[in-house]
Antibody, heavy 120, light 112 residues
Framework: QLQLQESGPGLVKPSETLSLTCTVSGGSIGSSTYYWGWIRQPPGKGLDWIGSIYYSGSTHYNPSLKSRVTISVDTSKNQFSLKLSSVTAADTAVYYC????????????WGQGTLVTVSS | DIVMTQTPLSSPVTLGQPASISCRSSQSLVHSDGNTYLSWLQQRPGQPPRLLIYKISNRFSGVPDRFSGSGAGTDFTLKISRVEAEDVGVYYCTQATQFPLTFGGGTKVEIK
């Protein structure tokens, strides 16, 4: 069964770079059927798509974050990563990694999420 | 960006009774390939979201048949035929017809 697990620091200082990694197990990140992405959820609020990456490295980003976001993939480790630069308190959220199934065009598998707090 | 608007914000329901959630998009979700990429997610308290319905009306693997989706173009509905205690949570509509992917604001289903 596919599992996605987010990892990274739970506390980041303002103006620094948030870095998270998603490790995929039970399936190959190199499959042509899927994109791999990041979605965040501020405390008590709704879902916000950050961006998605294909195994080839092709990316799509939310224009509202595009200048600060980089998503990369490492097929040898079956991982993909998120970097968000120049963070502020507004970037405090639970960050989820998820698989976007191209066939059904929906996020069909999600990690448990990791809370990242931006604070000095 | 396509804006997704859900109503109501909250839906108190008696156990065993039906519930209905509406989702409207700011533009048609019909893709150039003819498909409509509208899906529904359920988020139980303290849990990550879970896919319920994709392409308007297709139940994802393991989803009970009391959940159904309908609609076309810009107007969509999720229905729960008989609400059970495990259905408590927030429901989101989301579109993947066009990047950036967007979500509705969520509808909280709670038991009266």
């Amino acid at each position: 069964q596919l599992q996605l697990q987010e990892s990274g620091p739970g506390l980041v200082k303002p103006s620094e770079t948030l870095s998270l990694t998603c490790t995929v197990s039970g399936g190959s990140i190199g499959s042509s059927t899927y994109y791999w992405g990041w979605i965040r959820q501020p405390p008590g609020k709704g879902l916000d798509w950050i961006g998605s990456i294909y195994y080839s490295g092709s990316t799509h980003y939310n224009p509202s974050l595009k200048s600060r976001v980089t998503i990369s993939v490492d097929t040898s480790k079956n991982q993909f990563s998120l970097k968000l630069s120049s963070v502020t308190a507004a970037d405090t959220a639970v960050y989820y990694c998820a698989r976007l199934n191209i066939t059904v065009a929906a996020h069909d598998s999600w990690g448990q999420g990791t809370l990242v707090t931006v604070s000095s | 960006d396509i804006v997704m608007t859900q109503t109501p914000l909250s839906s108190p329901v008696t156990l065993g009774q039906p519930a209905s959630i509406s989702c409207r998009s700011s533009q048609s979700l019909v893709h150039s390939d003819g498909n409509t990429y509208l899906s529904w997610l359920q988020q139980r308290p303290g849990q990550p979201p879970r896919l319920l319905i994709y392409k308007i009306s297709n139940r994802f693997s393991g989803v009970p048949d009391r959940f159904s989706g309908s609609g076309a173009g810009t107007d969509f509905t999720l229905k729960i035929s008989r609400v059970e205690a495990e259905d408590v949570g927030v429901y989101y509509c989301t579109q993947a017809t066009q990047f950036p992917l967007t979500f509705g604001g969520g509808t909280k289903v709670e038991i009266k």
